[in-house]
């Protein structure tokens, strides 16, 4: 059946998979570190601080990996980030008293580095295997691939979770380094160098986008990843291991069901959407971004007035994770829509630096805002974000417009 396929379907499954084993060992490596450094006594702003290199490498290789990728081709930027995240796993598997704060941030710079080189990778390659007329494809192409990264991110969640109350931090990392080490070689062995190689050859000064509805995704990204992070990277889990008693698995359990059902969405947000990817999505875009304004807002509403907290806070991350899902996809497909085919990782890796620069604006106030405020507070400053961020792509042009003038192909 595979023969069947086109050698570049091939190819682009053999990325995609690539993808999912390192998402699995991105989602259970950030659970493993949150929850043993928080057990270790770590305050949750010195647990933030530990993913501050990795929020902070990932704005930059965004930038530089679409240059790289426009360059060397999609398929090297992919292995690069593979090997990363090996050698990233293998230096926490130091002695404990080496692990300090210092050398963990280091780490993770690594693997931020590694995580949005693959990320670059396989969302750019998408865009050059559907026809330009094909956008309802293209969209429920792109919400596939989002949501079964974030299903199998979820997985890995639980899957950090459990493995750190069975076999401790260092035998997790182990059994993640190698693992990730067999997919590295296969890649390595199989996949094609050529891929996403620009006909032009880019030039550094480049790297900036010129283009107003990517400036204007880019910017809406930013604001909406502030949003989640803000409350959900730091603040949520050690909310939920220091407040309400729960056990590593519990939360590494609770925070993967969460996952999962948000790349469930995402995968059918095209269903979920009234617009069919044509002219209007970003008006949709719009719409729930309102609907998803106002979620954090009631979810703080209803902790001040004191109700059940853990009813009310299982309820208001599902009404979150619904919407959130579903704005999202949208903005995923408005990003490979808008973006060049001829390197279309320029693009693609534009938009998603500004997605890691609002994971770390996120990442850093959930730490800071949690430690000082609580979760009350983060939850308000997720609702202000996101109203931002509505007006912000609120003034996106219609895609017929800009094309209008511009030439996609």
């Known amino acids: 059946m595979l023969a069947r396929l086109s050698p570049a379907i091939r190819q682009y499954m053999l990325v995609t998979g690539n993808y999912w084993a390192f998402t699995l060992t991105d989602g259970a490596l950030r659970m493993l570190v949150?929850?043993?450094?928080?057990?270790?006594?770590?305050?949750?702003?010195?647990?933030?601080?530990?993913?501050?290199?990795?929020?902070?490498?990932?704005?930059?290789?965004?930038?530089?990996?679409?240059?790289?990728?426009?360059?060397?081709?999609?398929?090297r930027t992919m292995n690069i980030g593979l090997g990363l995240q090996i050698i990233a796993l293998i230096m926490l598997l130091?002695?404990?008293?080496?692990?300090?704060?210092?050398?963990?941030?280091?780490?993770?710079?690594?693997?931020?580095?590694?995580?949005?080189?693959?990320?670059?990778?396989?969302?750019?390659?998408?865009?050059?295997?559907?026809?330009?007329?094909a956008q309802g494809q293209l969209y429920k192409w792109v919400a596939l691939l989002t949501?079964?990264?974030?299903?199998?991110?979820?997985?890995?969640?639980?899957?950090?979770?459990?493995?750190?109350?069975?076999?401790?931090f260092a035998g997790a990392v182990l059994v993640m380094a190698c693992m990730l080490s067999v997919v590295w070689l296969s890649s390595?062995?199989?996949?094609?160098?050529?891929t996403g190689k620009a006909k032009f050859k880019p030039k550094f000064n480049e790297l900036l986008s010129k283009s107003h509805p990517i400036n204007i995704l880019s910017a809406a990204?930013?604001?909406?990843?502030?949003?989640r992070d803000v409350w959900f990277v730091v603040a949520l889990p050690v909310f939920l291991a220091s407040q309400l008693n729960w056990d590593h698995w519990q939360v590494g359990s609770f925070l993967a069901l969460w996952v999962i059902g948000y790349g469930v969405v995402q995968g059918f947000a095209p269903k979920l959407t009234t617009a069919?990817?044509?002219?209007?999505?970003?008006?949709?875009?719009?719409?729930?971004?309102?609907?998803?304004?106002?979620?954090?807002?009631?979810?703080?509403?209803?902790?001040?007035?004191?109700?059940?907290?853990?009813?009310?806070?299982?309820?208001?991350?599902?009404?979150?994770?619904?919407l959130f899902a579903i704005n999202s996809s949208l903005h995923s497909y408005l990003i490979v829509s808008?973006?060049?085919?001829?390197?279309?990782?320029?693009?693609?890796?534009?938009?998603?630096?500004?997605?890691?620069?609002?994971?770390?604006?996120?990442?850093?106030?959930?730490?800071?805002?949690?430690?000082?405020?609580?979760?009350?507070?983060?939850?308000?400053?997720?609702?202000v974000l996101l109203a931002l961020s509505t007006l912000v792509v609120q003034r996106l042009p219609e895609r017929s417009e800009f094309m209008k003038t511009s030439d996609l192909s």
């Open 276 to 322: 069919k990817a044509n002219n209007r999505t970003s008006h949709q875009a719009v719409m729930w971004g309102a609907l998803l304004t106002l979620s954090p807002l009631l979810l703080a509403i209803a902790l001040w007035q004191e109700l059940p907290v853990a009813p009310t806070l299982i309820s208001g991350l599902a009404l979150f994770g619904l």
């Open 338 to 383: 808008y973006s060049r085919a001829d390197g279309v990782s320029l693009d693609v890796g534009f938009y998603y630096m500004a997605n890691a620069a609002g994971r770390l604006l996120g990442t850093v106030l959930s730490g800071w805002v949690y430690q000082q405020n609580g979760l009350l507070a983060c939850l308000i400053i997720s609702g």
């Open 147 to 168: 949501g079964s990264k974030n299903t199998l991110k979820g997985i890995g969640f639980f899957l950090g979770g459990v493995l750190l109350t069975w076999i401790g």
């Open 34 to 75: 949150v929850l043993h450094f928080h057990q270790l006594g770590y305050s949750a702003l010195e647990v933030a601080m530990l993913f501050l290199f990795y929020e902070f490498f990932g704005v930059v290789t965004n930038l530089v990996g679409g240059y790289l990728g426009a360059r060397w081709g999609l398929n």
């Open 221 to 227: 990204r930013f604001l909406l990843f502030g949003a």
């Open 188 to 194: 390595l062995i199989f996949l094609k160098k050529d």
């Open 94 to 133: 130091v002695p404990s008293h080496w692990l300090t704060v210092i050398w963990v941030m280091f780490a993770q710079a690594l693997s931020g580095i590694a995580k949005d080189l693959n990320k670059m990778s396989a969302k750019s390659t998408i865009k050059l295997l559907v026809p330009e007329a």
